[in-house]
């Protein structure tokens, strides 16, 4: 409907939505876009776009990226725009493929690993070397922590809207799944919230050095096809079944929010039908242009951008 698109991805949400879309969604890494004027710095929010191409999003990131005056903290300049490193052959790459979900419970479509696994011979064709890899992201406790530190992070945004409305808010004000959320992380206490961050950068820290042995690892970017409407119900009358429900959905995204490092989910396939069938590939902390230079080769290589599905 539009040629481009505004999002933010506290857990997915600007790669989830270009997986069920056949679109190209890139979750820059931490501190890269600035939460200037109205917002401050959050452990796991990162804004960025939703585009039909990876050249669209490189040079969107040329122009929203880079810290204003104020901000706490910001993700290291890049030497030169994103836009040029995107453009250029990325050279012969080492990149772990794994299907292993961080989620305890969730079952990945075998489709889903065919995805990542017709990739990853794309890639190997392409002259970079892939390697099957077992990922440390396994740990049944990471979801009560991600869950302890995401629900917080929704509920600044609506403590930031109350202060601006000048009023309380209300049921009536928001969906049934964002007033649960909103009022669990009320009765949450400030330490516990504060721990679950702390231990999810302990998390991160084993994640990220894993990582480095890589130039990139390649997921899912979906556990199973695009939903159909009403599956997942953030209105239904047990949201927080629906938020769990959601999880299961997506279980590869809100590990680089963990992270902070960058991901991008690429339409590379599709299913039977004409619905999209993405793949997500993970880069190094601060690693947009080296990632994007990898998924234009991949686009090159199997374009998407003029992919229209049947009506």
């Not at 939505?17 to 890269?32: E, F, I, M, S, Y």
């Not at 990162?46 to 191409?53: K, M």
């Not at 202060?163 to 009320?186: C, F, H, Y």
Request: some cysteine; overall charge negative.
């Amino acid at each position: 409907m539009v040629p481009l698109a505004h999002g933010n991805d506290g857990g997915g949400s600007i790669r989830i939505p270009a997986a069920c879309c056949g679109l190209v969604g890139l979750k820059p890494q931490r501190g890269r876009i600035s939460p200037a004027p109205d917002a401050g710095e959050q452990f796991l929010v990162a804004d960025g776009v939703l585009t039909r191409t990876v050249a669209e999003t490189a040079a969107l990131l040329d122009l929203l990226a880079g810290p204003e005056t104020g901000d706490t903290s910001w993700a290291p300049p890049p030497g030169e725009p994103f836009a040029v490193q995107a453009a250029r052959e990325p050279g012969r790459l080492r990149i772990a493929m794994t299907w292993a979900t961080p989620l305890e419970g969730a079952e990945v479509d075998p489709v889903c690993v065919q995805a990542v696994r017709d990739a990853a011979a794309l890639l190997e064709s392409l002259g970079h070397e892939v390697v099957e890899a077992d990922p440390p992201w396994t740990d049944p406790g990471l979801l009560h922590l991600f869950t302890a530190a995401f629900g917080p992070a929704v509920a600044i945004q609506i403590g930031v809207l109350e202060a601006v409305n000048g009023r309380a808010a209300t049921a009536q004000d928001m969906e049934p799944l964002s007033w649960a959320i909103w009022q669990g992380a009320k009765g949450t206490d400030c330490i516990t919230q504060q721990l679950a961050v702390l231990r999810l950068q302990r998390y991160a820290r084993k994640i990220v050095a894993w990582c480095a042995d890589h130039d990139a690892v390649l997921t899912p970017a979906l556990a199973e096809a695009p939903v159909p409407i009403g599956t997942i119900d953030a209105c239904s009358q047990e949201p927080m079944r629906d938020f769990a429900r959601s999880g299961r959905f997506t279980p590869y995204t809100a590990i680089s929010n963990i992270t902070g490092s960058p991901a991008i989910s690429l339409p590379l396939y599709q299913r039977d039908g004409g619905l999209p069938l993405g793949v997500q590939l993970i880069g190094q902390p601060a690693g947009e242009g080296a990632l994007l230079a990898l998924a234009a080769q991949l686009e090159a290589a199997h374009p998407w951008a003029d992919r229209r599905p049947p009506l």
